[in-house]
């Protein structure tokens, strides 16, 4: 069974980057058939997807983040990870890293990182 | 993008009973690729239905997935007590994926 892992740095000042990693455990991510995405949950607000990316490194963002995200993953310690730059208190959220079932359903997440945006 | 709107916000109801969750889109979702997840507090969502009407591995047959177009409908036939939460729909037939806002069943 696969499982995923969220680790971040719980607090960020405004206008630094975030990054965020997500640990795959109990499968390998360099799978042709592996997806991996990042989704932030705002307090009290609508779920979010940021960002999805393919076995091969090809990457899909929501056009409201894309200028300020990228994704990348490194297969040799089976994790992806994602920077968001320039961040505001509206970033604040939990974010989850989820596997990705082509096209586009988060069939398994992770547990979520709470992330605030403070000075 | 496609707004997808929930209804009703919350859903009192009691266990046995029949719960009756609405997703409309604002606009036709492709391929009927509608899905919806589970929240319940401190966890995070858990895929229920996908394509629409399919369940996902493990979910029980009391749940239950229809709708095509703009209109969805998650039916509990009869509620447990672990299904009190949250529900959200998902379509994913238009990039980007969106999210409805949620309807919370509670007791």
């Known amino acids: 069974q696969l499982q995923l892992q969220e680790s971040g740095p719980g607090l960020v000042r405004p206008s630094e980057t975030l990054s965020l990693t997500c640990a795959v455990s109990?499968?390998?991510?360099?799978?042709?058939?592996?997806?991996g995405g990042w989704l932030r949950q705002p307090p009290g607000k609508v779920l979010e997807w940021i960002a999805t990316?393919?076995?091969?490194?090809?990457?899909y963002y929501n056009p409201s983040l894309k200028s300020r995200v990228t994704m990348s993953v490194d297969m040799s310690k089976n994790q992806f990870s994602l920077k968001l730059s320039s961040v505001t208190a509206s970033d604040t959220a939990i974010y989850y890293c989820?596997?990705?079932?082509?096209?586009?359903?988060?069939?398994?997440w992770g547990q979520g990182t709470r992330i605030t945006v403070s000075s | 993008e496609i707004v997808l709107t929930q209804s009703p916000g919350t859903l009192s109801l009691s266990p046995g009973e029949r719960a009756t969750l609405s997703c409309r889109a604002s606009?036709?979702?492709?391929?009927?690729?509608l899905a919806w997840y589970q929240q319940k507090p401190g966890q995070a969502p858990r895929l229920f239905i996908y394509?629409?009407?399919s369940r996902a591995t493990g979910i029980p047959d009391r749940f239950g997935g229809s709708g095509s177009g703009t209109d969805f409908t998650l039916t509990i036939s009869r509620l447990e007590p672990e299904d009190f939460a949250v529900y959200y729909c998902?379509?994913?037939?238009?990039?980007?994926?969106?999210f409805g806002q949620g309807t919370k069943v509670e007791l």
């Open positions: 394509s629409a009407s």
């Open positions: 998902q379509q994913y037939g238009k990039s980007p994926v969106t």
């Open positions: 606009q036709s979702v492709s391929n009927n690729y």
């Open positions: 989820a596997k990705v079932q082509v096209p586009g359903i988060f069939d398994q």
């Open positions: 109990g499968g390998s991510i360099s799978s042709d058939t592996f997806y």
């Open positions: 990316m393919s076995y091969s490194g090809t990457t």
